[in-house]
């Protein structure tokens, strides 16, 4: 890719991958860089008031709801309405960009699919370009693919409709500098997709929709709407054609819900609650609180735990008195055929889950595998009878106090070396190339190795007591990750993955990092893509 001729300023780093000569053009490259220019240095002075904001909390500084004479508290406005194939969402499925995994989402029988460039996806440089590809090639329906066993997939007539996720303003793309600044993993995801879809998809009568991750207030999502008013200017599109659906994945941005469907009028169409990230957020922004430490994750459901049952009922509020959907949370459970009883016990339980979120005044739900589509969907048809429940506004609305309202519990040994596995087994396959891992039955994600390393951090440093009797320490962690890194080795020698390589040791050298430094990492992907990094330049 080095002979290639790039626009003035633009580097690339990756390597000739896959698809990229029809991808990384250089016009779409050229539009990349318009955004970088314009909104680099905005981001990272947004990047930097998230560190003063965490500074300010670890000082005693607590989080408030905007006041009540803010513009976005007023009553006279609502959000734009949604486009027609946005109108009911009753089931959504989500999943990373390798070409199988959008045909049988695109397939499912789900309303909608979102293709996620972030924490179902490992970012190499592979991924992110032939992850765009499969996606320009989903759009003209063009997709197909051929299975080593000689399946042969392809669109079906009718299909989700198409969103896509891109990273969060904290990540970087570090293959692609623009005069000589690595471009936000965030414009550049959006950049090449929008560059290359949006009119084709706006022809076929749907619309370039994306979902916003990672979101920590209303200035973040200020940005966004200056990023896709440009983008329709600067690409020839109708002002408000691109559309958007925020994630609430983090407690600050739970605070300003309102605000962030305020500052997205013109283009936002829902909220959605992001349940495993949500819990990681509160770790982590009160990880000094020694007050608000957590019991074990498995405790943490959103009716038992008060600061997810808060966040739930205000979301669910706030959306339906602005016109915007409420999307409920994910339902990760893998149908298997092995175990007829144990799986419909599961489906019990995913059924349940559903059914409180329909009664809450949820519009819809994600889930992780095309199996679930029929389950959630009779769900949602029975309790809806319709589209949405848009009408259903509750009440009464959750207090400040309430959204950092922790459950009651204990810290166990069985906790403990939950965390430790799950970290462990995540990790290996991240690393291996794979963001999307199936453990123990269940589809997870970086949210589910982001709560278990730093519950593990914060149990550390508070130095929690277990319900078996000692305190948690770097020696007892040492020793269960220990105990359970051979157990993972000895069942997987002789075995080789069909996803793939999965690296433990190197899983365990990076957990050792994240959960015994002094300083917490934010996101347990920046030490992994350094270490990715690392790899391939010594390769």
Known sequence: MATRAWPDGVELGGGDVGDAQRILTADALAFVATLAREFEGERQALLEQRRARQAAIAAGWRPTSPSPDDPARRDDWRVAPPPADLRDRRVEITGPTDRKMIINALNSGARVFMADFED???PTWANMVQGQANLYDAVRRTIRYVAPDGREYRLGETTAVLTVRP???????????????????????????AFHNAAVLLERG???????????????????????????????????????????????????MEAILYELRERITGLNLGRWDYIFSFIKTFRHRADLVLPDRRLMTVPATPFLRAASRRLVRTCHRRGAHAIGGMSAYIPRRDDP?????????????????AAEGYDGAWVAHPGLVPVVQEVFDRALGGPHQLAVVPADEPSDEELVAIPTGPVTESGVRTNVRVALQYLGAWLGGRGAVAIDHLMEDTATAEISRSQLWQWRVHGARLAEGPAFSADLYEAVRREELQRLLAAAAGRASEEG?????????????????????????????EHLEREAGAA
């Open 120 to 122: 179902a996806n490992a």
């Open 341 to 357: 009883e144990a799986n419909e016990r599961a489906l019990e339980q995913v059924r349940a889950d559903k059914q409180w979120e």
């Open 501 to 529: 390589p999965v690296r433990y040791e190197e899983a365990a050298s990076l957990l050792d990092q994240l959960v015994l430094d002094e300083e917490f990492a934010e996101f347990l992907t920046w030490p992994a893509t």
């Open 167 to 193: 990273r969060g303003w904290h990540l970087d793309e570090p293959h692609v500098r623009v005069d000589g600044r690595p471009v936000a993993g965030a414009l550049f995801d959006f950049g090449l997709f």
């Open 206 to 256: 749907s619309g370039p929709y994306f979902y916003l991750p990672k979101l920590e207030g209303r200035l973040e999502a200020r940005l966004w709407d200056r990023v896709f008013a440009l983008s329709e200017q600067a690409l020839g599109l109708p002002r408000g054609s691109i559309r958007c659906t925020v994630l609430i994945e983090h407690v600050l941005a739970a605070f300003e």
